[in-house]
């Protein structure tokens, strides 16, 4: 098969294109490097030996789009093209409405005309909601805390509209946990610009030096040790599940949605302390008050993924956390 990756040279987007290349498929990528790299490309071709069409547009033009649909014969598009920092989103909503909505509107509408019938969507953990965890795909959407997870949700309920609409749009919206850790060759990983927004960059900038001190957010939370518990998936884990989402698609017309997670809780300080044993380094931090829109716990019912897709998480926490420092380490 030939996919399309929209944002493909991100984070998530590169650790696909290189399990995607892996399992015998070929990747186009289009990206507009505002929060990425073409480095990140030349990079995968590395790691898998293979060369990478790549265009460096804005998924919103549709003129772009047309032009890559026409000089391809797309068979499937992955869509992981958005603004994802939650914190500048309630600064900024209404960039990150239009910048989200219309890129999959773009998308879709090109799809269209190009008559290509197939999209993996990545969607993310936070259309929950604030519910009882674990977060089963057959619960209702949640109230979102944050404008970026609005965008997720509404972009799920457009996708979804789209396939009712016409019968031969397949759609997979898959609900992400929390991605961390790196390709093992240490060639490529998250690599946030700025401030990292995220847990797992900023305690391996810690842990590098980079940074001085980790602050977490929130020592008084309901859980065993008083902060927050994630769902931490491992990149390459979660590269995997697109996959078997691309397989599913091949052979079933359908409009679904799965969560890519472990199905199991880590607090930060677990995850903190299994960092600084698994690398043999300190993390300096400090707890701190509560950062706003963050929820006590939110953890995956892994068994719809299970059923549907076959999808199965193989790599530990401790391996998330060795990938992490390896990658900083090679990169900062
Ligand atoms: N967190 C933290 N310090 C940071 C970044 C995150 O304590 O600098 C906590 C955050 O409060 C949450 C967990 O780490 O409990 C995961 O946060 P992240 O932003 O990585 O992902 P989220 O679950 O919010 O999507």
């Not at 015998?24 to 898998?48: A, F, L, M, Q, W």
């Not at 197939?118 to 259309?127: D, E, G, R």
Request: with cysteine; aromatic share 8%; net charge negative.
């Amino acid at each position: 098969m030939v996919v399309l990756l929209a944002g493909g040279a991100g984070y998530i987007g590169s650790h696909t294109a290189v399990e995607l290349i892996n399992a015998g498929h070929e990747v186009v990528i289009v990206d507009d490097y505002s929060n990425s790299c073409p480095e990140s490309i030349k990079r995968v071709e590395e790691i898998t030996g293979k060369s990478i069409a790549s265009y460096e547009a804005d998924v919103k033009d549709k003129a772009a789009l047309r032009k890559i649909f026409a000089e391809n014969d797309i068979d499937c598009v992955i869509h992981f093209a958005g603004l994802k920092a939650v914190g500048e989103s309630t600064r900024l909503p209404a960039k990150y409405y239009r910048n989200n909505i219309d890129t999959t509107l773009s998308l879709i509408e090109c799809m269209k005309e190009a008559g290509v019938t197939k999209i993996v969507f990545s969607s993310s953990a936070t259309v929950y909601g604030d519910q009882k965890p674990p977060y089963v795909e057959t619960m209702p959407k949640g109230e979102c805390s944050n404008p970026y997870g609005w965008t997720k949700s509404m972009m799920e309920q457009i996708l979804t509209d789209c396939a009712k609409a016409d019968p031969e749009l397949t759609v997979v919206l898959l609900r992400y946990f929390n991605p961390i850790g790196a390709h093992s060759s240490g060639k490529i990983g998250e690599d946030p610009q700025g401030i990292p927004n995220n847990l797992m960059p900023y305690v391996s900038q810690v842990a590098a030096g980079v940074r001085e001190q980790l602050t977490i957010f929130g020592g008084d939370y309901p859980t065993p040790d008083g902060t927050c518990r994630r769902d931490y998936i491992h990149v390459v884990d979660l590269a995997l599940g697109h996959i078997k989402a691309v397989e599913k698609i091949l052979k079933d017309n359908i409009c679904d949605a799965y969560n890519l997670g472990t199905g199991k809780g880590y607090s930060v300080l677990e995850l903190v302390n299994t960092f600084s044993k698994v690398n043999n380094v300190d993390v300096n931090y400090k707890i701190v008050e509560r950062r706003p829109g963050d929820i006590d716990a939110c953890y995956a019912d892994t068994s719809y993924a299970l059923k549907e897709l076959n999808f199965k998480t193989t790599k530990t926490i401790e391996e998330m956390c060795k990938d992490a420092y390896n990658f900083i380490l090679k990169n900062k």
